[in-house]
Protein backbone atom coordinates (compact mmCIF):
# COMPACT_ATOMS: atom_id res chain seq x y z
CA UNK A 1 0.00 0.00 0.00
CA UNK A 2 1.65 2.79 -0.85
CA UNK A 3 0.91 6.26 0.98
CA UNK A 4 2.21 10.07 1.33
CA UNK A 5 1.92 11.91 4.57
CA UNK A 6 1.03 15.80 4.25
CA UNK A 7 1.44 18.44 6.70
CA UNK A 8 -0.58 21.72 7.60
CA UNK A 9 -3.92 22.37 6.81
CA UNK A 10 -3.63 23.46 3.27
CA UNK A 11 -2.75 20.32 1.96
CA UNK A 12 -5.45 18.15 4.12
CA UNK A 13 -9.15 18.51 3.84
CA UNK A 14 -11.36 19.57 6.22
CA UNK A 15 -14.24 17.71 5.56
CA UNK A 16 -12.04 14.30 5.60
CA UNK A 17 -10.75 15.28 8.68
CA UNK A 18 -15.00 16.10 9.94
CA UNK A 19 -15.69 12.34 8.80
CA UNK A 20 -12.69 10.76 10.34
CA UNK A 21 -13.49 12.61 14.04
CA UNK A 22 -17.37 11.81 13.57
CA UNK A 23 -16.65 8.23 14.24
CA UNK A 24 -14.68 8.47 17.38
CA UNK A 25 -16.11 8.23 21.11
CA UNK A 26 -13.73 11.23 21.64
CA UNK A 27 -14.95 13.52 19.29
CA UNK A 28 -18.55 12.73 17.94
CA UNK A 29 -20.13 15.55 19.16
CA UNK A 30 -17.80 18.23 18.03
CA UNK A 31 -20.02 20.64 15.47
CA UNK A 32 -17.97 20.65 12.21
CA UNK A 33 -17.20 24.40 12.84
CA UNK A 34 -15.31 23.44 16.44
CA UNK A 35 -13.32 20.72 14.19
CA UNK A 36 -12.47 23.13 11.41
CA UNK A 37 -11.50 25.44 13.86
CA UNK A 38 -9.53 23.62 16.23
CA UNK A 39 -7.37 22.33 12.77
CA UNK A 40 -7.16 25.71 11.89
CA UNK A 41 -5.03 26.53 15.28
CA UNK A 42 -3.10 23.52 15.66
CA UNK A 43 -0.10 21.42 13.08
CA UNK A 44 -1.99 18.81 11.66
CA UNK A 45 -0.70 15.78 9.80
CA UNK A 46 -2.85 13.16 7.28
CA UNK A 47 -2.07 10.17 5.12
CA UNK A 48 -3.70 9.78 1.95
CA UNK A 49 -3.19 6.51 -0.01
CA UNK A 50 -1.34 7.49 -3.36
CA UNK A 51 -4.41 5.96 -5.53
CA UNK A 52 -7.25 7.24 -3.21
CA UNK A 53 -7.98 11.28 -2.32
CA UNK A 54 -9.54 10.07 0.73
CA UNK A 55 -7.84 10.73 3.77
CA UNK A 56 -6.93 7.70 5.35
CA UNK A 57 -5.41 8.62 8.47
CA UNK A 58 -5.20 12.12 10.83
CA UNK A 59 -3.58 13.64 13.96
CA UNK A 60 -2.79 17.20 15.31
CA UNK A 61 -0.61 18.57 17.26
CA UNK A 62 -1.15 21.61 20.14
CA UNK A 63 2.14 22.96 21.33
CA UNK A 64 4.07 25.56 22.64
CA UNK A 65 7.28 25.36 20.67
CA UNK A 66 9.00 25.79 24.05
CA UNK A 67 8.56 22.96 26.35
CA UNK A 68 5.70 20.59 25.13
CA UNK A 69 3.64 19.13 22.43
CA UNK A 70 -0.08 17.57 22.76
CA UNK A 71 -0.48 14.88 20.15
CA UNK A 72 -4.18 14.74 19.82
CA UNK A 73 -7.28 13.45 17.53
CA UNK A 74 -4.89 10.39 16.33
CA UNK A 75 -6.89 8.48 13.25
CA UNK A 76 -7.16 6.15 11.14
CA UNK A 77 -10.02 4.90 9.13
CA UNK A 78 -11.73 1.93 10.05
CA UNK A 79 -11.04 0.87 6.55
CA UNK A 80 -7.37 1.06 6.83
CA UNK A 81 -6.92 -0.32 9.89
CA UNK A 82 -3.93 -2.88 10.96
CA UNK A 83 -1.87 -1.64 7.93
CA UNK A 84 0.54 0.04 9.85
CA UNK A 85 -0.60 3.60 8.70
CA UNK A 86 -0.99 4.72 12.69
CA UNK A 87 2.30 3.64 13.43
CA UNK A 88 3.85 5.28 10.47
CA UNK A 89 1.81 8.52 11.33
CA UNK A 90 3.10 8.73 15.13
CA UNK A 91 6.28 7.89 13.84
CA UNK A 92 6.45 10.94 11.72
CA UNK A 93 5.03 13.01 14.34
CA UNK A 94 7.55 12.26 17.01
CA UNK A 95 10.56 12.32 14.97
CA UNK A 96 9.58 16.13 13.98
CA UNK A 97 12.70 18.14 14.91
CA UNK A 98 10.45 20.57 16.07
CA UNK A 99 9.36 18.29 18.76
CA UNK A 100 12.70 17.11 19.93
CA UNK A 101 13.22 18.00 23.08
CA UNK A 102 10.04 18.46 24.25
CA UNK A 103 7.85 16.51 26.90
CA UNK A 104 5.16 14.81 24.89
CA UNK A 105 1.63 14.36 26.40
CA UNK A 106 -1.56 12.74 25.06
CA UNK A 107 -4.52 10.75 26.01
CA UNK A 108 -6.24 7.54 25.38
CA UNK A 109 -8.31 5.14 26.54
CA UNK A 110 -7.31 2.23 24.63
CA UNK A 111 -3.95 2.84 22.32
CA UNK A 112 -1.28 2.66 25.08
CA UNK A 113 0.39 -0.25 23.45
CA UNK A 114 0.87 1.84 20.16
CA UNK A 115 1.77 4.73 22.13
CA UNK A 116 4.87 2.72 24.49
CA UNK A 117 6.45 1.99 21.17
CA UNK A 118 7.49 5.78 20.71
CA UNK A 119 8.68 6.27 24.30
CA UNK A 120 5.37 7.34 25.83
CA UNK A 121 4.55 6.32 29.45
CA UNK A 122 1.24 5.63 31.08
CA UNK A 123 0.93 8.85 33.39
CA UNK A 124 -2.37 7.75 34.72
CA UNK A 125 -5.50 5.99 33.24
CA UNK A 126 -5.49 7.74 30.51
CA UNK A 127 -2.82 10.33 30.36
CA UNK A 128 0.55 9.18 28.57
CA UNK A 129 3.58 11.39 29.28
CA UNK A 130 6.93 11.43 26.38
CA UNK A 131 10.17 13.04 28.78
CA UNK A 132 11.72 15.18 26.26
CA UNK A 133 15.23 13.53 24.94
Request: aromatic fraction near 12%; hydrophobic fraction near 40%; proline fraction near 2%.
Amino acid sequence: MDYRIVEGTEKISIAEVVRLLKTTYWAEKRTPEQIEKSVRHSFCYGIYLDDEKKLAAFARVICDQATFYYLCDVIVDEAYRHRGLGKALVAHIVSRPEYKGLRGMLLTRDAHGLYEKFGFERAEARAMVKAPE
